[in-house]
Each structure stands twice: as C-alpha cells, then as structure tokens.
C-alpha cells in the first residue's frame, strides 16, 4: 500500500491544508492518508480540538484518516517517531512536507533512516523566487548524492492562508468563510476558539 504521512499543528486546519492533502493524494497515488496532528500548537484550541477540525475538514473525503498518533505520544514525537510506527515491509511511506522542512531536513536525527523509511515529498507555499528555487534544487540534488532518494514536488497553485492568518481573523471579527471549510469555521465560532484575551491573539 501507499501511505501518506500528513503533520503539522494545524491550529486551525485551513483550505490550503486541505488542497494539499488533496494534491498529495492524487499525485502520490496514494491508498490512505493519514493526518497526524501534533500534541501542541500555538492558539487556544487543545490537541482533541484540532483532532476534531481535522477530522471536521475530512470527513467527506475517501481515503484521509485523521490519527491521534503524535497526541498520544506527546511533544516528544517527531517525524521520525511517526515513521517508525508506521512503517511495514508492505506499506510504500511518503511524507509530505513544507520548503522549511524540505532545506533543513539533513538536520534531523538519524536523517539516513528517515530516507530509508519514506520518500519525502513537499509542496511550496512561496511564490516565484529564483533564489529559493536555487536553493530548493541544491538540496534536492545534495538528497539524492547521499541517501539515494529522489524528492518529490506535488504540483498546483498554493492557496494563499495560514493558521496564523485564520486566528488572527478570528480575533479581529473577520470573515473566515473563503479560509477554512465550513464545518470548520462553525467548530471554531461555537467553541470560541482563537479569540482575543488579554490583548493577546491565541
């Protein structure tokens, strides 16, 4: 089978997680996705509330299955951690993840295993920058000399909106409508989430 690995906070879960999800899926030709919120993340909304949302934001498309994994084994988990456990001589792993991730993933431990495990993949939200696409090709060719793993791209036109956009939204009033799926955008207004207290966005 081909899995998809899926992480990140997700506080809150927004349409370009989704889309990407999405993209991941089909472009992957992947048979189950999973995704994995993580036990902390900034705002006001627990671990079992951005479980919820995920589980809200997917819960009409085939193949997603949203896992308390990196909950249940607290701020310790990692990327590596999550592999591991989903691991299997009869699973092919792919894991998705950002530019950031992408140019930094040789500084994480044991990086030899997490190549040996999966094949990385990652998706740009950034726009055109021939610096960074510079930048991004370096690493991908450097990946490949030493772990004999060729990244992927998942293609398509990054949705402009963030988690920190959205509950900056929230607590200013605004309209999150066109940011996160509706049942999601309900989630948050009857839980009351990402208001301002004290002054502070959370």
């Not at 690995?5 to 506080?11: K, M, N, V």
């Not at 909950?71 to 894991?95: G, K, P, Q, V, Y």
């Not at 431990?109 to 950034?126: A, N, S, T």
């Not at 030493?146 to 992927?152: I, L, P, T």
Request: glycine fraction near 6%; charge should be neutral.
């Amino acid at each position: 089978m081909r899995i998809g690995i899926y992480r990140g906070g997700f506080s809150p879960i927004h349409n370009g997680h989704v889309m990407a999800a999405k993209a991941f899926m089909q472009q992957m030709w992947l048979d189950v996705l999973y995704i994995l919120p993580s036990a902390t993340a900034q705002g006001n909304a627990n671990a079992w509330q951005r479980l919820k949302m995920c589980e809200l934001a997917f819960e009409d498309v085939d193949g997603v299955l949203i896992s308390d994994f990196e909950i249940r084994h607290s701020e310790n988990c990692d990327a590596l951690t999550a592999l591991r456990a989903f691991a299997s001589d009869e699973h092919r792993l792919f894991l998705l993840m950002g530019t950031d991730e992408l140019l930094t993933l040789d500084r994480q431990r044991d990086v030899e295993e997490m190549f040996r495990l999966c094949y990385p993949v990652y998706m740009r939200r950034e726009g055109n920058d021939p610096i960074l696409d510079a930048r991004i090709v370096a690493k991908i060719s450097d990946y490949q000399q030493k772990y004999g793993k060729v990244v992927r791209r998942i293609t398509g036109d990054p949705i402009a909106v963030s988690s920190t956009s959205v509950r900056s939204a929230v607590a200013s009033g605004k309209d999150i409508s066109r940011m996160v799926p509706p049942a999601v955008e309900k989630y948050i207004r009857e839980s009351g989430l990402y208001k301002t207290q004290g002054g502070v966005t959370q």
